[in-house]
């Protein structure tokens, strides 16, 4: 099977091109920030407190997620509700960029991903693709951009649903995220020694769905 990993922090346009590439290829866009957010959905619908670790783990065999794929797009079920636009709120993605340091969450998780890799060619996207789930993935991609490019692509997002958040809240909220996210003892995130780091500050969405495919393509022929 054939696996491309893509890293990187949040609001790098991971999931965007992701899903772009996957489908370019033919592949299986997995997006396992999903996975972290529909546990942290759970979690909260549950009123199960963040700092009770005890309590999250005897509770992860009962939270009853499942990915389908619809014309290779990734949607997430929680007993059997749609949950996809749901667990993009703010709020869970602080609880999500929390209980990901969480090591029984990450080992709980781990073995799903890796099964999805296991059966079909994928695209699959998050913080450790490359360093943990899927150290031998074909291609690893790092791709990131400047804090404040990020935060201005999400604030622009947001800005769509006329909420009421400002620039500096949001910047705010993804240089936490970073700290959190690489500042955590198990699979922190950092790109993979053998991974492409792209930096997408000045580059268009295509340009990076482009460059990305120009890798993939240059990897293969090298492999053949
Ligand atoms: O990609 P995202 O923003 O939807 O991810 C939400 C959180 O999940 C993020 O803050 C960190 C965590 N995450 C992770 O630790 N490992 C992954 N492979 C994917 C996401």
Known sequence: MISIAIDGPAGAGKSTVAQKVASRLGYIYVNTGS???AVSFYLICHGIKIDNEDLIENTLPKINFELKFLNGKQIILLE????SQKIRSEQVSTVASKISALKSVRLHLLDMQRKIADENNVVMDGRDIGTVVLPHATVKIFL????NERANRRFREIKKGDKDITFEQVLNSITQRDYRDSKRDIAPLKPAESAIILDSTH???????????????AHCQNNN
Not at 80 to 83: H, L
Not at 203 to 217: D, G, Q
């Open 80 to 83: 059997n509700e749609d949950i």
């Open 203 to 217: 580059l268009t969405f295509s340009n990076v769905v482009l460059k990305i495919l120009e890798i993939v393509r």
């Open 144 to 147: 990131t951009a400047s804090a």
């Open 35 to 37: 996975f972290y957010r």
